[in-house]
């Protein structure tokens, strides 16, 4: 008789940790405990207090070394395996927290590249999302889409489509002709909040920087500043890529509780992708519109990057002549200016170079410098830390000059020439006029 039966309640257990397997990653267990009886000693391990633990395994789950597991007490396990003989079944307990927490996440489907364009010419970083991006929403099943905000900017959508997207999502009105934060925030959280995208892109210049964090405050989710690589877990999970620590470590970080996902990626980072002539998608219009009242601020005018008389916009060049410590002094940088000039080139520098004075904030490639990819990448006393070669060792053509043969800039080289770059430098300029003359 059934009613006979007493009811068997199955053991939770409490969780428990495993002697020398933390490697006190920062207290993930502590945070995911829902009853809060997890406390940290101070060498980052965990301590938990089993008379309050409910045995529901979150801090298990989420501990990347597996340092914990559940603990049963003879008595317990003697019902586990009563229970297994009678085969009772005992349903498995659904988490309403992690149920309604994938819902949630369901409502989001989409990778949006935000296209960045200043009086209507777009920034090539862009496209080079949309490449990106592209490989993301294969991935994930889903479409590849286009923001492009501002005034009389249809054609951005057509050119968004040549370069991958299939969708564009377009708001075109005259408070959108300047980019200001406050008009192009309420625009983009209008359209996140009315078509829920999964994944955002945007471009880690000024504009996007700016408004890719306003906007990931205001939505309340999680950004990446700066990735190097993107790409999907197993969960749909996007998995950002971005160095940290002062670039001596590369870290992966996920936002797997929010949407929709937000990165910034440096121009030249990404490859750029190809362009499909003639290819076509569907433009969403949508007539949400910023009240010109509401934006506080106006702009006067626009001074473009290049008009001065010394500015050079490294990130574009197809060559590049860097001069690192090893250049000794301002007046030897006219040495490596006279063989960027015979490629038609120009001249970069380290961040060693930049702080001691021997050339402009402008010119400097790395992790605080700018990113770039040139066909040719000539590096002359430069010893190659990573926050140099972060920024150059995607170039197409890698050739380093310095005396120190055990130098890390030679394991990204394609040729290396160890010597005196006073040397060199000027041996090779001579050859390339040579040559020319011959031509
Ligand atoms: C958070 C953070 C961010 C950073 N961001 C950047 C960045 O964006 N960009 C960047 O470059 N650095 C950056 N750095 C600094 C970086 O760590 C290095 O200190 C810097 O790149 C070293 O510059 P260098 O190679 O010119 O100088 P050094 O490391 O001093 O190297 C000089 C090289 O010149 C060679 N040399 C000397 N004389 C000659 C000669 N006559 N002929 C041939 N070779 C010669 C030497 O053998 C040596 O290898 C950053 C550091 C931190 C902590
Ligand atoms: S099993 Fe659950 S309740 Fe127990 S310590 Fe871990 S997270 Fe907290
Ligand atoms: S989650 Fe794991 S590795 Fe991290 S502190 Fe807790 S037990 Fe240690």
Redesign the pocket.
Known sequence: MSELTPKIKKPRGVARLLDGKCIACGARCQSSCPVNCIEMTETGEPIVETVKCIGCQKCIKICPSDALEMFFTAEEQQILADLAALAVPVPEEVDPEATALAKKLAEYRGVWVFIEQTEGEPARVSWELLGVGAGLAATLGVELCAIVIGEKVEHLCHEAFAYGATKAYLMDAPVYYHYRTEAYVEACCHLIDTYKPEVILMGATGMGRDLAGAIATRVGTGLTADCTGLSIDDKRNLMQTRPAF??NIMATIMCDKYRPQMSTVRPNVMPMTDRREGAVGTIIRDPFIVAEESVLTKVIEIIRDGHGKSAVDITGAEFIVSG???M?GPENFAMLKELADELGGVVGA????VDSGWMPGDR??????KTVRPKIYIAC?????I??LV?MQDSDMVIA????SS?PIFEVATYGIV????QIVPAITSKIREMKQHN
């Open positions: 002062g670039g690192g410590r090893g000794m380290s961040r060693s170079a400097q490639v790395g992790q605080t410098g006393g430069i010893s190659g830390a926050q140099h920024g000059i310095n005396r120190d130098a010597g005196d770059l006073f």
